[in-house]
C-alpha cells in the first residue's frame, strides 16, 4: 500500500474505515508520527456568507459539524454593504446561505428573486408587538434579535448621586455632564436603530427632544464613533447607549463594583431581528437546509445565550425556559419596531443627527450648562425654562416633514462598488443642509438672548 | 544525578513567606471574578499614554476581524487568501486563548496548523518548505481557488502509572491528510502539527534583554543538572540580521510584530511589509492566477496598522496569579521547585528599555519560562527541524495565566499539539531534560501532587 512517497495511500471512500500507519508505539518513547493519506469522495460543504463576529460563528460551526460528521462549514465573511455588492456580482452563486443581521439586504434579495424559499416554521415566524422578525413569505426567517439599550457602570452612576437609568430620557439628567456616549449614526454601524430605537419609541418629535438632550451630556470623542464599551467599563464614562450584546451576561447582572457593567432595556426599545436565507443558486442545496434548520432549532436558540455568543433568541419557548433573562422582546406593551421605517429614512436621520447634535455641539452644551447655572441660581420661571429647552432641543424637520418621500430619497445612502468613491452631495442636498443649519443656529442664539435676559 | 536536582532547587526556592508581586509586573491585572472567559482580553489603559488609545482600539479591532476576500468595499480589510487556514485571528485563538485539537479524525483543525518542510533549509536557515505544498497546509481556497487539502488527527492512547498507583491515560498524535489537491507531499516530508497558544504578555517577553536570556542558558548549562536550554536564532526580517527566537512553540520568531505578520500570512494568505508576496507556490496554477492579477494590492494590510495590532497585543495585560497565601498552594509552590519545573518554568524575568511602550519597560515579571529551547524527549518529538530548534526541541511555555486556561477556553488541551487534556497529562508527557522533572511528579504522594496542581491552577 505504501507509495512512492513512503506515505500510505490508503484511497479509502469512507472516513469511518480509515486505517492509520501503523508504527506509533505508545509510551514516552514513540517515534515521530507517521503519516496517512486518504482520498475521500468530495466531502460535504455549505458555504456560508456572514459578518457575524467569529466567537459566534465558530460556537455554531462547530456544533454543526460535529452534528453533520463530515460536513464543513466553509465562512466568507462580508459586511453588508460589501456582501451586498458582492451578492449581486455572481456571489448568489458561490454560496449556500446568507446569515447575518443586515435586515435590508434580504428584503432587496428577496425581490430580486435571489432567495429559495424556505420551509415555513411557524415558531420563526414570530412577531413583536405584531411585527413579524421573519419574512412572512417564508424567503428568511429571523435567526436573532439585538436588543437596545443602555450600558451604565452601577459604581459610577452612584457617584454622580443619581439612580440606575431605566430609560432613555434618565440619561439628559445634568448630572450626566460629559459623561454619558451617544454613536453617531454614519460612524457606528448599529448607531442607526439605535437613534431609531429612540425616534419609533418616542415619537419623532419627542424622541429628537430626548436625543437632544442626552447629546447635551455627550462630547461626541473617539467613544462615540467607535462600537466599544471600554470608556463605561473603566468608569470614565457613566452610561452609554448600546446594544445588549457588546456588554457580556457575566457582567450585566453583576455586583456593582467598579469597572463592572451593567444593561438595562427601555420599556419600549427595538428588539432588531438578524436573519438566514438559503441562496436560489446554492451549490449545496441539501447541506444548506440542514444548516439553516440547524440554526432555527431549539438547540441552537439556546447556544445564543451562552456567554461568548450572547445573542437573544427568536424562539418563544427559549425565554419561558429562562425566566432570568431580562430582555423579554415578545412581552406585550413593546414597541413594534420597523426597521423597514429605519431603512427608509436613515440618511436623513444622519445628516439631521450630525447638523443638529455633532456640529453645534459645543454650543449647545455651553447653552446647557448655562440652562442649569440659571435654574440653580433661581432665575426665570418655568415657561421661560421650558421655552430654552424647546428651543435647545426642536429638530429643523418636523414630523410631517420627515414622512416626505422626496426628503428622504435626497439623503438616501448609495449602493457603491468596491473602490467607487463616494458620491459628492447633490447642490439640492448641500442647499436643504444649509437651511437646517441656518435654522439651528437661529434657535440656539434665541435661547442665548432668552437666557441672558433671565 | 538527583543530588545535583536538589542543589540546584535549593537555591531556587524563594522564601514561602514572601508575597507574590504581580505576574506581569505593573502589567497585571486580577480578572474580574464572574467574567475571567475575558481574562485574556483585558487592557490596562491607565498605564497606556492616552495618545495610543486609538491604536491600541484599531489594532484589537483587527485583530478580532474576520478578514474578508478582495475585491471588497473594505479594502482595509480585505486580502483573504488566495489560501488560508482560518479568515480571524480568533479563529485559532478565542478569547485571546489557545486552539484545541480535533478530537476525532473525521473533525477538522479548527484551532491549529501543520507547519510542511523538506529536509534543507532556506535562505535564511528556516524550514525548507514542501515544494508544492509551501510551509504550512491552508486548508481553504477563496472560490475558484482549491483549498490544499485537509489534515486531521487519530490518537493513539497508552495508560501511564504513577508510583501511588493512579493511572493516567495519555493520548498521542498521528497526522494523516485527505483532499491534498496538488498531488502527494513530498517524500521527505516533515510535519509539525501545533494549537494556537494564547496571546497576551508577548510585549514583556519581547522586553526582557537578549542577554538575560543568553546568560539563563549559560547558567543552566554550567549546572550541569541535566537541563541545558538552548537560545533559537532566527531571521528578524525587519532588522535583516539574526535574533534571538522568542515566540511560537519552537521560539522561531524573533518579535511580535514579525509573528503576527508571520499569521497573517501563513494562517490567512494576508501580506505586510515584512510577508510582502503572496503564498502561492508555483503548482498552485489558480492561486498563482489570482497572485498575477492587476488589481491586487499588496501588501494587503498597512505598516500601520500590522503597527496598532501589535502594539494592542503589547497592552493586552498578563493576569494575575490567584490564591497565593493557601497553604496548598503555597506547598504545591515548593514543590514546583523541588522538581525541578522552575530550572525551565523560571519564575522570575526582568525587562529592559522598551520603547515602543515604555510602561513595559522595567519590569519585574513573573511568566515561568526561560525562553529558551529543551529538548523534551521523543514522546513530543515533532522530528522537524525549525532554525536551530531540533526535532526533540521546544521553548518552554510561559505559565502565567495557565490556571484561566480553561475559563477562558472551553477545553483544557495543553502542549504544541493540544494533545495533554489537563496539566497532569501535560507534565507527565515531558521526557528529555524533562525527565527527572517529570519523574519527581511521578513519585509525588497523591497530596503533592494535587499541591502542585493547585499552585499551577492559581497561576
Known sequence: MSNETGHIDLKRRRLTGLLLAAGVAGGFCAPRAAFAVATGEGEKRVVVLTSYPEELIARFQKAFEQANPGTRVEILWRHSADALTYLRRGGMAEIDVYWTPAPRNFALLKAEGQLAKLAPDPQALSAIAGHPVSDPDGYYAAFELAGYGIAYNPEAVKQLGLPPPRDWRDLSHHAYRGRVQMPIPGRVGFAPVMAEAVLQGQGWEEGWAQLAAIAANVDFGSGDRSPDVDDVATGRKAARMSIDFFISPSRRNANPAAGELAFVYPPRTAFNPAHVAISAHAPHPETAKAFVDFLLSTPAQEMLLEPSVRRLPVRREVYAAHPELSAQPFASGNLAYDDALRRDRQGLVAALFDVALVQPHTEAVALWNAVDLAWKEQRGNDARRAEIVALLTAVPVDERAQRDAGLRRLFAFPDLAPGQPEPTPSAERLAVEARWKTETRARLDTARRLLQAL | ?459
Open chain 2, 1 to 459: 544525578m538527583r543530588t545535583a536536582a536538589f542543589v540546584l532547587s535549593l537555591v531556587l526556592v524563594p522564601p514561602l513567606a514572601l508575597a507574590q508581586e504581580p505576574a506581569g509586573g505593573d502589567f497585571s491585572v486580577l480578572p474580574v471574578p464572574g467574567a475571567e472567559r475575558e481574562a485574556f482580553q483585558r487592557i490596562l489603559w491607565e498605564k497606556i499614554p492616552n495618545p495610543l488609545w486609538d491604536k491600541v482600539r484599531s489594532g484589537r479591532s483587527l485583530t478580532r476581524q474576520t478578514w474578508v476576500i478582495s475585491p471588497s468595499l473594505e479594502p482595509r480589510i480585505a486580502g483573504l487568501g488566495p489560501t488560508y487556514n482560518r479568515p480571524s485571528c480568533l479563529s485559532c485563538h478565542p478569547g485571546n486563548g489557545r486552539g484545541e485539537a480535533p478530537a476525532s479524525p473525521a473533525d477538522p483543525m479548527r484551532g491549529m496548523l501543520v507547519r510542511l518542510s523538506v529536509p534543507g533549509q532556506d535562505g535564511h536557515g528556516g524550514p525548507k518548505p514542501e515544494p508544492h505544498y509551501g510551509d504550512q497546509l491552508n486548508e481553504f481556497g477563496i472560490p475558484g481557488v482549491p483549498g490544499e487539502g485537509e489534515a486531521f488527527l487519530e490518537w493513539a492512547t497508552h495508560t501511564e502509572r504513577l508510583a501511588d498507583g493512579q493511572e493516567i491515560e495519555l493520548r498521542q498524535p498521528k497526522i494523516g491528510f485527505r483532499h491534498l489537491a496538488h498531488g502527494p507531499l513530498h517524500a521527505g516530508l516533515m510535519t509539525s502539527v501545533r494549537i494556537a497558544p494564547p496571546i497576551y504578555g508577548l510585549g514583556l517577553l519581547e522586553a526582557v534583554p537578549e542577554a538575560d536570556i543568553l546568560a539563563l542558558a549559560k547558567a543552566q548549562k554550567a549546572a550541569s543538572a541535566g537541563v541545558a536550554g538552548q537560545p533559537n536564532r532566527v531571521w528578524d526580517a525587519a532588522r535583516r540580521r539574526e535574533a534571538l527566537g522568542r515566540f511560537g512553540w519552537k521560539a522561531n520568531q524573533p518579535t511580535t510584530r514579525q509573528q503576527i505578520a508571520g499569521a497573517l500570512a501563513g494562517d490567512m494568505g494576508i501580506t505586510s511589509d515584512i510577508s510582502p508576496e503572496p503564498n502561492c507556490p508555483s503548482v498552485q496554477s489558480a492561486c498563482a492566477a489570482i497572485k498575477a492579477k492587476a488589481n491586487e494590492r499588496h501588501p494587503e494590510i498597512s505598516t500601520a496598522d500590522l503597527d496598532d495590532m501589535t502594539l494592542y497585543h503589547f497592552a493586552l495585560a498578563v493576569p494575575d496569579a490567584r490564591r497565593q497565601n493557601d497553604p496548598q498552594v503555597l506547598t504545591g509552590k515548593a514543590l514546583f521547585h523541588t522538581a525541578g519545573c522552575a530550572v525551565c518554568h523560571q519564575p522570575t524575568l526582568k525587562t529592559g528599555a522598551f520603547p515602543t511602550l515604555s510602561a513595559l519597560a522595567g519590569q519585574t515579571i513573573h511568566p515561568y519560562t526561560d525562553l529558551l529551547l529543551h529538548d523534551m524527549g521523543p514522546g513530543l518529538a515533532d522530528g522537524r527541524p525549525d532554525y536551530r530548534a531540533n526535532g526533540q526541541q521546544w521553548r518552554t511555555p510561559p505559565l502565567w495565566g495557565i490556571g484561566l486556561a480553561e475559563a477562558v477556553n472551553p477545553h483544557t488541551g495543553l502542549l504544541h499539539d493540544g494533545r495533554a487534556r489537563n496539566l497532569l497529562e501535560a507534565i507527565l508527557w515531558h521526557g528529555g531534560e524533562g525527565e527527572q522533572a517529570r519523574e519527581a511528579v511521578r513519585r509525588m504522594s497523591a497530596g503533592e501532587r494535587d499541591a502542585l496542581l493547585a499552585f499551577l491552577k492559581a497561576l
